[in-house]
């Protein structure tokens, strides 16, 4: 069973994964810029920052792509860094979800920052979307779920 | 800018060397219609196949993540494509056409480390942002009306 880490502080060797539904386009391999910016602008929900997931908290990426998993929808994961997250500035917290183990929030990429800042947020998103994604995973789905 | 830095317009200046709006390819039909022509078709697919769409049935993109386009935003976007795509001679159309996760729609176009978008926000307003080397050298409003 993978270690339960709420609260664990976020080790620079740790890969961490941004979900995102294929529908968003905001992964087009086909592009020379694959990875939009988008996919790591928060929304009026992210209070704390945007949601970022533990791979050590699962036993394969493709768990991770289940959460929340709408029907008929593929998913692909954004493979990030902690360290590399860290050196461009970004503060990573270990927040606890009710959606899964392994939640950490992103707390550069807040509403409320972007609220404060939306240039910075803007900066910040571009950086990680075009320089610090490591691998993209996927695509995973479509799942099996009841709701769609 | 789109309207105001000319010769540095990567929306206005320059053919698209890529389109992800499944846009006929511009070479194939270079032989018969101006580029101007291509650009126009182009426009036109980026709100019949994306814009549209996500208007009609905006749950198909509703994630956690992603707050779809608001009925304001499609609006706001729509007339704004529509402007881009009726100008003489057509502008440029976007690389990529991708809902903000806010509410809103965002056109970007890029070339190198520079990147030129619209920012079509939920309330239905819009911004014109330019990005060298990530950094915002330019945010100003679009005009919606």
């Given amino acids: 069973m993978p270690p339960e880490d709420a609260g664990e502080p976020v080790a620079d060797d740790e890969v961490l994964y941004r979900r995102v539904s294929d529908r968003s386009g905001w992964y087009d391999p086909s592009l020379d810029r694959p990875i939009a910016w988008e996919a790591f602008r928060p929304n009026e929900r992210d209070l704390d920052g945007i949601s970022l997931w533990r791979a050590r908290s699962y036993e394969s990426p493709e768990r991770v792509a289940r959460i929340g998993a709408k029907a008929n929808r593929q998913y692909f994961l954004l493979v990030l860094r902690a360290g590399t997250l860290r050196s461009v500035g970004a503060t990573m917290l270990p927040t606890p979800s009710p959606a899964g183990p392994g939640h950490v929030t992103l707390a550069n990429l807040s509403a409320i920052e972007y609220r404060r800042d939306r240039n910075a947020v803007r900066e910040l998103a571009e950086s990680i979307a075009h320089d610090l994604v490591e691998d993209v995973e996927g695509p995973f789905g479509p799942f099996d779920v009841t709701e769609g | ?145």
């Fill in chain 2, 1 to 145: 800018m789109i309207a105001v830095t000319k010769g540095t317009n990567l929306l206005t200046d320059e053919p698209p060397p890529s389109m992800s709006t499944g846009a006929a390819p511009e070479a194939a039909l270079a032989s018969d219609l101006t580029r101007s022509d291509v650009h126009r078709m182009q426009w036109q697919q980026v709100i019949d196949e994306k814009l549209v769409e996500w208007g009609r049935y905006p749950a198909q993109l509703a994630e956690p993540d992603l707050i779809p386009p608001t009925d304001s935003a499609i609006r706001s976007a729509v007339r704004i494509a529509m402007d881009m795509r009726d100008a003489s001679p057509s502008h440029p159309p976007p690389l990529r056409v991708v809902p903000d996760g806010d509410g809103g729609v965002v056109f970007e176009r890029w070339e190198g480390s520079s990147s030129e978008s619209i920012e079509i926000h939920g309330d239905g307003g819009a911004e014109y942002v330019q990005i060298r080397n990530h950094r915002v050298i330019q945010r100003t409003a679009w005009p919606t009306e």
